[in-house]
């Protein structure tokens, strides 16, 4: 019953906080936390993604090319399959942002057991969500890959279970679109709640800012999950 009771206020709070949002236009003050009892505060997260979530992230900072190989060798190969001996070049004209989510979702990937020694980059995976917080972009928070092999199936009875999901706090989701494609992104998994959309107050926050997951709060949770870096740091 309990449970129960749980589902609806949790369902009734989000079409609460939703309605709230598109009501009086762009959300500038905090949100509320289910899990912890306290207001999720906004960070500043520089731009093209203007609020982090879970710490400040002023400015995103990549590795170099030249270092890729050895502090994240899933993106280094991917680049390297995909482009070739353009792949440096490519690299170096794409924006920070852009390389810094296929850097987390690169290492995300081999994390939970990608084989991406073959795969190539297909495509960005991009957020239907865009505002003043986004610089009026839809930005990408995964990518398609191609060519991979390797996902392990969850264990029977578990959270990741349902819904391609992986872990808990920095969950890698693998979906496969109607097409075949299949994208990879990183979830903000939220353990303690009691509802099963786990990353409820991840939704809440990417609605009422109008954004998709900052790759500053990716690092973040996928050090605090498994100690992974990514070649992905903030400036503070």
């Not at 960070?43 to 979530?53: H, L, V, Y």
């Not at 990518?143 to 819904?163: C, D, E, L, M």
């Not at 709640?193 to 709060?217: C, M, Q, V, W």
């Amino acid at each position: 019953m309990r449970s129960i009771w749980m589902k609806i206020f949790t369902l009734l709070f989000l079409f609460l906080a939703l309605s709230l949002s598109e009501s009086r236009g762009q959300h500038t003050g905090s949100i509320p936390s289910l899990s912890g009892g306290k207001s999720i505060v906004p960070f500043e997260g520089g731009s093209p993604n203007k609020m982090a979530q879970l710490g400040a992230c002023k400015e995103l900072k990549i590795a170099s090319f030249s270092e890729l190989k050895e502090v994240n060798n899933p993106a280094f190969v991917l680049l390297n399959n995909t482009y070739g001996t353009d792949a440096e070049k490519v690299y170096r004209k794409t924006s920070v942002y852009d390389n810094a989510v296929l850097l987390n979702t690169a290492a995300a990937a081999a994390s939970i057991g990608a084989d991406l020694s073959s795969a190539v980059i297909l495509k960005p995976y991009y957020s239907e969500k865009s505002s003043s917080n986004t610089s009026s972009k839809r930005l990408p928070f995964g990518y398609y890959f191609k060519g991979f092999k390797g996902i392990p199936k969850p264990p029977p009875g578990s959270r990741a279970s349902k819904g391609d999901r992986y872990r808990d706090q920095g969950s890698v989701e693998v979906k496969t679109d109607e097409k075949g494609d299949t994208h990879f992104d990183v979830d903000l998994y939220n353990p303690e709640s009691d509802y099963y959309a786990e990353h409820l107050e991840e939704i809440l926050f990417n609605e009422a800012y109008k954004r998709p997951t900052h790759p500053g709060d990716v690092i973040k949770k996928l050090f605090e999950d498994r100690k992974l870096k990514t070649g992905v740091t903030c400036k503070n």
